[in-house]
Nanobody
Framework: QVQLVESGGGLVQAGDSLRLSCAASGGTFSSYGMGWFRQAPGKEREFVAAIIWSGGSTYYADSVKGRFTISRDNAKNTVYLQMHSLKPEDTAVYYC?????????????????????WGPGTQVTVSS
């Protein structure tokens, strides 16, 4: 059973930076890709960024492109989300997820239903 644990959330001011981590463990961890999603109060969970383990190809939501960077450390089975120029509208619970099966295109990683395992989430609050 794969387990994902997010960390690094917190309360920051607008314009600040924050780095989230997602550590994967459990059994023989094998993943095709990892994604970050977020859910603000009263809103649906939305895609933020994704990365393919092999090769490191990345994919971003337009709302975070140029401000957020997803990366991975294969040796540590850990994925990171570096967030810069944070805005109050970035306030949400951030979740990481993993997809074990290959995908035809990286854009598939932008869909919630594409993932097999999810972490419990970490809160990010950006004050104005």
């Amino acid at each position: 059973q794969v387990q994902l644990v997010e960390s690094g959330g917190g309360l920051v001011q607008a314009g600040d930076s924050l780095r989230l981590s997602c550590a994967a463990s459990g059994g023989t961890f094998s993943s095709y890709g990892m994604g970050w999603f977020r859910q603000a109060p009263g809103k649906e969970r939305e895609f933020v960024a994704a990365i393919i383990w092999s090769g490191g190809s990345t994919y971003y939501a337009d709302s975070v492109k140029g401000r957020f960077t997803i990366s991975r450390d294969n040796a540590k089975n850990t994925v990171y989300l570096q967030m810069h120029s944070l805005k109050p509208e970035d306030t949400a619970v951030y979740y990481c997820a993993t997809r074990t099966r290959p995908a035809i295109t990286i854009s598939i990683l932008g869909r919630l239903a594409s993932y097999d395992y999810w972490g419990p989430g970490t809160q990010v609050t950006v004050s104005s």
